[in-house]
């Protein structure tokens, strides 16, 4: 078995990354958070789901949702004649002011597929990467809400304000 350990550092409590996760593998997973069944918003164990990107199949299903510390999920990965048997287990660690998130991914090949091991290790390295990556613009973006909540101002209001200020010259101008 093949194995692969990717790690990023967010600067937000442990209980918001863990939702952010779910949120984010709801998007590129299972397409929408309605597919949860729980009403916290996790999903449960044992939950199966598919996706077909080009000509790749994605087939899983949820083995471990502890919250807010572990996710795991397994997956298989159908791209005729190859086949990748996939195991993406997130775990959160808080850290004095941060969370700590770690993937590790493992996964095994059959023939076809280990005769083009490079090839699964890179896509699943750089999955691995693009999944860390999104969910650091999901933090980013729920940080954004939070401040528009408060402030009032929604991002990207077309309500804004004339200032009067005056120009070097005296003048009023309004901007």
Known sequence: ?????HE???SAPITDVFAALVKTLARNRWG???WLADPDGLPKVGQLYAQQRG???RRGRVVECLRPVVLTLYESLLDPPCRVRL???WRLEPLDEDALVLLEAS????GPAYLNRRHWDREIRSH???LLKALIVRMEDMREERY???SGQKRGSSNMTATNTTAVNGNPTFK
Request: net charge positive.
């Open 128 to 130: 691995c990467r693009k």
């Open 8 to 10: 990023a550092r967010v």
């Open 148 to 150: 528009t909540d408060v």
């Open 87 to 89: 195991r993406l287990g």
């Open 1 to 5: 078995m093949l194995r692969q350990r």
């Open 55 to 57: 000509s790749v199949t």
């Open 32 to 34: 929408s958070a309605d």
């Open 107 to 110: 996964y095994e090949l059959n």
